[in-house]
């Protein structure tokens, strides 16, 4: 496999998703801590990590934008620290197996499937491979579909500047572009800019509790 081959199936995925929602934060978090509800997020984690096609796009939203509301992993914590260098220095088992411990405990985390995928790209692994690039497909529609960047509101909304750089590279949106931004109550609202051409992305701040 070739990681051109895996930037290929990330553009024509997200450019493919035309399904626009708007997006119900409250709603969402009160599915995913109702037992009752078919948007649960035991149920709906269950799916992505075993049969991630099986979700809809609604599920994939509740998936993404439900991490507002739960303990996730910051790229702070140490051991994304030290994932980050074992992926840095190109060794692959290390990655793995610290990509898995962080999987397991955040496994809605799009730079932890980001390496992983990377990893297991380099190691030749087919079936990982292609059941998280499932998973990283999935996650990064629910973005695509909430809204289409071309005004304010608009905007495409992400929930870390982390995953805002990941939407950008997938768009092919580089440093001959020019950000300016300015504060929202719920979040940050950036504009990128090159000719006549502007693309519209809301960093949500909607009071993430982070695990260290």
Same mark, same amino acid.
């Given at each position: 496999?070739?990681?051109?081959?895996?930037?290929?199936?990330?553009?024509?995925?997200?450019?493919?998703? *035309?399904?626009?929602?708007?997006?119900?934060?409250?709603?969402?978090?009160?599915? %995913?801590?109702?037992?009752?509800?078919?948007?649960?997020?035991?149920?709906?984690?269950?799916?992505?990590?075993?049969?991630?096609?099986?979700?809809?796009?609604?599920?994939?939203?509740?998936?993404?934008?439900?991490?507002?509301?739960?303990?996730?992993?910051?790229?702070?914590?140490?051991?994304?620290?030290?994932?980050?260098?074992?992926?840095?220095?190109?060794?692959?088992?290390?990655?793995?197996?610290? *990509?898995?411990?962080?999987?397991?405990?955040?496994?809605?985390?799009?730079?932890?499937?980001?390496?992983?995928?990377?990893?297991?790209?380099?190691?030749?692994?087919?079936?990982?491979?292609?059941?998280?690039?499932?998973?990283?497909? %999935?996650?990064?529609?629910?973005?695509?579909?909430?809204?289409?960047?071309?005004?304010?509101?608009?905007?495409?909304?992400?929930?870390?500047?982390?995953?805002?750089?990941? %939407? %950008?590279?997938?768009?092919?949106? *580089?440093?001959?572009?020019?950000?300016?931004?300015?504060?929202?109550?719920?979040?940050?609202?950036?504009?990128?800019?090159?000719?006549?051409?502007?693309?519209?992305?809301?960093?949500?701040?909607? *009071?993430?509790?982070?695990?260290?």
């Amino acid at each position: 496999m070739k990681y051109i081959f895996l930037l290929y199936c990330l553009v024509f995925s997200v450019s493919g998703f *035309g399904q626009k929602s708007k997006i119900d934060f409250k709603n969402i978090e009160k599915n %995913l801590k109702d037992p009752k509800s078919p948007y649960n997020y035991e149920k709906l984690i269950f799916k992505f990590k075993g049969l991630p096609k099986s979700l809809d796009s609604i599920e994939a939203q509740h998936l993404y934008y439900g991490r507002n509301f739960r303990d996730i992993v910051s790229t702070e914590d140490e051991s994304f620290k030290n994932l980050a260098e074992a992926f840095k220095n190109k060794d692959w088992d290390n990655s793995i197996s610290l *990509g898995k411990a962080l999987y397991y405990k955040d496994p809605t985390n799009l730079d932890v499937l980001l390496i992983l995928l990377r990893s297991y790209d380099a190691k030749q692994d087919v079936n990982n491979f292609v059941h998280h690039l499932s998973q990283f497909r %999935l996650l990064t529609d629910a973005i695509r579909s909430s809204g289409d960047g071309k005004t304010e509101k608009t905007a495409y909304n992400v929930n870390s500047m982390g995953d805002e750089y990941i %939407l %950008l590279n997938m768009m092919n949106i *580089g440093l001959d572009y020019t950000r300016s931004s300015k504060e929202l109550k719920d979040g940050i609202l950036d504009a990128w800019e090159k000719e006549n051409n502007k693309i519209y992305i809301k960093v949500l701040y909607l *009071g993430i509790n982070i695990k260290n």
